[in-house]
């Protein structure tokens, strides 16, 4: 359940860090709504009471991206740094979808 919320905490990541040293192009407003669409569908088959604390640590990740950038996004870094190599390459393959 933990890697589950966090893959999906990637992909909010993904969705609004600011790509300044990334390698990876920003995202489209089109693509940041399909990954937003896909976290709510994935959200809903979860009991409530877990809806609602991913939803918090969505706000809290969210919120830490625009209140300090650069602080984010070396924290993503490092807790990249840190997954499995396996769920590296899961999320690199989801990436190439």
Known sequence: MRQFIFILSLFVVAAYAI????TIPPLTDEQKAAINTAVEKKLAELP??????AHQLLDKIKKAAEENPDAFKAAVVKAFNNIPESAKQQLMQLKAQ
Do not use: G, I, K, L
């Open 19 to 22: 790509p300044v040293d990334f």
């Open 48 to 53: 409530q009471e877990q809806q609602d604390a």
